[in-house]
């Protein structure tokens, strides 16, 4: 029987909001609201969090035990390997990447990616090449056997540290698949979902504030009209739209392009 794993790499050292995965909202850490919204997922199989051995990481292992939450720890920079070795210890043979930054993906999203790898022959699919969705609804699905390969190829630090530039970065030697969003719409550059920033908290407390406590399991349309109806919750963030890790790296890969990031 196929093993589904779906990953979700954490930690506590952000640089630009330390500790963000803990902060609370409602009285839950994000990290809890993320696992729950992604439970929904109808394909993810066995949830994982995989964090670092830094002792910084401990809290995470600690929150992780006391709510029966599957926890790995592995290598504090190279999450490429991470991610190797936690696909190897649960005996996964399809891996999906979520990072812990994505409190309000959509586990409908999720599902039409795990849809699209599953019903098809390729190596690696997502939903960021191009990416279409709003911002921090980044969803990577991926053999083991393409995990391994990677693993053992990949030698540029951008590589280990960002987990999956190697599989898009070298179409040649993976069947890649991506899926772009059913409405015809590309919110990428212009709808900020993602945590990084603490104008990112605020926008996402406030969305949870508003429609979590009458359905847990709000939807991308559902936090799209909330922000038709109060742009002051779109405006708390819109200034950072756009803003992600591909701005520092653009002279080094190849398939992103200076329309894809911004620069601040």
């Not at 630009?16 to 993810?44: D, F, H, W």
């Not at 059913?182 to 920033?197: A, I, N, P, Q, V």
């Not at 819109?238 to 190849?254: F, I, K, M, T």
């Amino acid at each position: 029987m196929t093993k589904i794993l779906t990953i979700v790499q954490a930690r506590m050292s952000s640089t630009r909001l330390p500790g963000k995965i803990m902060k609370t909202i409602l009285n839950k850490p994000v990290l809890q609201l993320q696992l729950e919204r992604m439970a929904y997922s109808r394909y993810c199989g066995q949830i994982v969090v995989a964090t670092s051995t830094n002792i910084k990481d401990d809290v995470i292992e600690d929150f992780c035990k006391s709510n029966q939450i599957e926890i790995f720890r592995g290598d504090e920079d190279d999450l490429l390997d991470r991610h190797f070795q936690c696909a190897i210890q649960y005996k996964a043979d399809i891996i999906a990447k979520i990072p812990s930054d994505c409190p309000l993906i959509d586990a409908k999203v999720m599902d039409k990616v795990f849809d699209y790898f599953i019903n098809n022959d390729f190596d690696f699919v997502s939903n960021l090449h191009p990416p279409s969705y709003p911002d921090g609804n980044d969803v990577e699905v991926f053999t083991f056997k393409a995990l391994e390969k990677a693993a053992h190829l990949a030698r540029k630090k951008l590589e280990r540290e960002h987990t999956t530039p190697y599989f898009w970065e070298n179409p040649h030697l993976f069947k890649i698949g991506n899926v772009l969003w059913e409405k015809g719409l590309d919110y990428s550059m212009s709808h900020r979902f993602t945590l990084d920033y603490q104008e990112d908290f605020e926008f996402i407390q406030n969305v949870y504030e508003e429609l979590y406590p009458s359905n847990p399991n709000f939807s991308l349309d559902d936090i799209l009209q909330l922000l038709a109806i109060r742009p002051d919750i779109y405006d708390i963030n819109s200034n950072l739209a756009g803003v992600n890790w591909y701005r520092n790296h653009l002279d080094e890969l190849n398939t992103i392009t200076s329309s894809q990031t911004k620069i601040i």
